[in-house]
């Protein structure tokens, strides 16, 4: 397996569904980044499970445990080590799994063949969205260190089961999404469940995901994650380019099926004059006067703000029944999925796409030596 992404600013991924914990190490964070307990926790809580109706009712609570790398409240620059531990867990559920039925849409089949059937397949095991939750840990202290240039790292969901949202402004995805309360910190409390901007629409998503629910089926969606005020430069073609890594860094999430950057799959069905960004003069800035790029161009950030569009499936875990091969037995049998699983799982994978994000660009930033090794 290939655990690790980054050059610069590297992480690592630790931990199964069922295991004893989930984690995840960073290093080359650079030393006396005044970093606190509750800065991470904050963010790890936008993804905690079992907080409404309309996600799983596998309730974690994901406290987070630093292991290495800070010493009063500063990072040290040594490795640091976070980890949440896994209590709520029921692998009884997966016992149909143990006898050779292979779930549609998971990865029982192809690791089953990969590993030789001694990957741990409860809840997903390796391949659990329960691993994003050392995705999110890690963006934290990412995006603390992109606080330093004043980026700024937002994402938030644009679209489930066909309900697409409403455009809206920057300030109303602050306002709407994570509202932050006196003293800095939101505390991961969203003004709606499904973390949309458009509250109208938010209400729709709701109740289509209540149906699916209810049905014992699922539903996909969209998510958009934008960075502002990069500075142009960031990206290391012709193989390390900025789009390139942040897809790959994107599709290391469970369940991402499709990334597009500004006008995306929407260029080809347009001329070259119209998805041209013509470039002006701004307040003595070269900028452009449309994003159709998404601030990306030749894989370099170009100033302009990035925007990425991520396209996640409906979840794999579905209650009604269906037919599949016992891998085991060889022959076909009727498999009806048991345990507690999302009916979509979009709005807490929006934390986790902001957290790839600031991972990617934050590596990026080392790299051109815009963050220094020690932080004074």
């Given at each position: 397996m290939d655990n690790n992404f980054g050059k610069d600013f590297k992480i690592t991924s630790f931990g199964e569904s069922h295991g004893r914990c989930v984690g995840i190490v960073v290093d080359g964070c650079p030393a006396g980044l005044k970093l606190e307990e509750k800065e991470i926790q904050e963010d790890l809580d936008k993804r905690k499970p079992g907080q409404s109706e309309i996600s799983t009712q596998r309730k974690e609570e994901d406290k987070v445990e630093i292991l290495s790398g800070i010493l009063n409240g500063f990072t040290t620059g040594a490795p640091i080590c976070f980890l949440v531990w896994n209590k709520d867990v029921k692998s009884e559920s997966y016992e149909e799994i143990k006898k050779g039925l292979v779930r549609p849409g998971h990865v029982d089949f192809t690791a089953f063949v990969k590993y030789g059937g001694f990957n741990d397949g409860r809840g997903g095991g390796r391949f659990s969205g329960r691993i994003t939750a050392g995705f999110v840990m890690a963006g934290a202290v990412a995006k603390k260190l992109l606080n330093l240039l004043k980026i700024e790292i937002l994402a938030h969901t644009i679209e489930i089961g066909g309900i697409r949202a409403e455009k809206k402004s920057i300030s109303e995805i602050r306002k709407n999404v994570y509202p932050v309360?006196?003293?800095?910190?939101?505390?991961?409390?969203?003004?709606?469940?499904?973390?949309?901007?458009?509250?109208?629409?938010?209400?729709?998503?709701?109740?289509?995901?209540?149906?699916?629910?209810?049905?014992?089926?699922?539903?996909?969606?969209?998510?958009?994650?934008?960075?502002?005020?990069?500075?142009?430069?960031?990206?290391?073609?012709?193989?390390?380019?900025?789009?390139?890594?942040?897809?790959?860094?994107?599709?290391?999430?469970?369940?991402?099926?499709?990334?597009?950057?500004?006008?995306?799959?929407?260029?080809?069905?347009?001329?070259?004059?119209?998805?041209?960004?013509?470039?002006?003069?701004?307040?003595?800035?070269?900028?452009?006067?449309?994003?159709?790029?998404?601030?990306?161009?030749?894989?370099?950030?170009?100033?302009?703000?990035?925007?990425?569009?991520?396209?996640?499936?409906?979840?794999?875990?579905?209650?009604?029944?269906?037919?599949?091969?016992?891998?085991?037995?060889?022959?076909?049998?009727?498999?009806?999925?048991?345990?507690?699983?999302?009916?979509?799982?979009?709005?807490?994978?929006?934390?986790?796409?902001?957290?790839?994000?600031?991972?990617?660009?934050?590596?990026f930033a080392l790299r051109a030596q815009l963050i220094p090794r020690v932080i004074k």
């Open positions: 309360r006196k003293g800095g910190l939101s505390n991961g409390v969203c003004k709606n469940e499904v973390r949309c901007a458009d509250l109208k629409m938010a209400e729709k998503m709701v109740e289509e995901i209540e149906k699916m629910r209810k049905e014992g089926d699922s539903i996909g969606g969209i998510i958009e994650g934008i960075a502002l005020n990069l500075p142009v430069g960031l990206g290391e073609p012709i193989f390390g380019t900025l789009d390139g890594e942040i897809s790959k860094a994107l599709f290391a999430i469970p369940g991402v099926k499709g990334v597009e950057f500004g006008s995306g799959f929407g260029s080809a069905r347009i001329k070259g004059s119209q998805n041209n960004d013509l470039f002006i003069i701004k307040n003595g800035k070269i900028l452009t006067e449309t994003n159709n790029s998404g601030g990306i161009l030749g894989g370099i950030s170009n100033g302009m703000p990035l925007l990425v569009r991520v396209a996640i499936k409906p979840t794999s875990s579905i209650s009604k029944p269906q037919i599949t091969v016992n891998i085991k037995k060889m022959k076909m049998e009727e498999l009806r999925i048991e345990g507690r699983h999302d009916p979509c799982i979009v709005p807490r994978a929006v934390p986790v796409v902001e957290a790839m994000l600031a991972i990617t660009i934050c590596d």
